[in-house]
């Protein structure tokens, strides 16, 4: 987003075209229960067929000369930012954290320079937000023994990922060996 006003200018420019075209859009009425946006990435289900999902996206590509958006569509799972959404076995829609591809894991560093505090709640916020993302018991164990490895990867020690992680709600697998 380079500049600092890009942010709240796309909000503006993204809430001016919700109100002006997607929202009085009859395919949009009809078929979309959920709408939600994050500056300009949009995350909806939709109830209608794939043809008038479509016929929906057509309408969104051909709106506003410049504007260009993309989609991801499936009846099993998509991402959305760092989540993952998907049906389970019953069919009941669950989130998982979700990681690019190309993720090369770029936490800071504990040996960095930055202030002991930083480092200290960094941890803290990420296993807090795997814990806020992750849905299903089985995956947020499984998810939150991945970060606590990504920051061992890092140089953080042991008793500080150990003192992130909130004992409420999840208990990690600690290896012997460092």
């Not at 002006?20 to 909806?44: G, K, S, T």
């Not at 990922?161 to 290896?175: G, K, R, S």
Request: proline fraction near 8%; aromatic fraction near 14%; glycine fraction near 2%.
């Amino acid at each position: 987003m380079g500049s600092n006003v890009a942010p709240p200018y796309a909000n503006s420019y993204m809430a001016l075209f919700e109100e002006e075209i997607v929202y009085p859009d009859p395919l949009f009425q009809a078929y979309c229960p959920f709408w939600r946006r994050y500056i300009d990435d949009v995350f909806c289900l939709w109830t209608g067929t794939p043809q008038t999902l479509d016929l929906f996206f057509h309408t969104l590509n051909t709106a506003w000369p410049g504007l260009t958006f993309t989609m991801t569509s499936s009846t099993d799972s998509v991402s959305f930012l760092d989540t993952l959404v998907f049906r389970d076995e019953s069919g009941i829609l669950k989130t998982d954290l979700y990681t690019k591809p190309t993720d090369r894991n770029s936490l800071l560093h504990y040996h960095s320079l930055h202030p002991n505090a930083t480092k200290k709640s960094i941890p803290r916020s990420q296993f807090k937000r795997v814990q806020r993302i992750v849905t299903d018991p089985t995956l947020l164990k499984t998810r939150t023994d991945e970060m606590y490895s990504k920051f061992r990867e890092r140089g953080y020690p042991p008793d500080l990922l150990t003192e992130a992680i909130d004992p409420n709600t999840i208990t990690i697998y600690i290896p012997s060996v460092d």
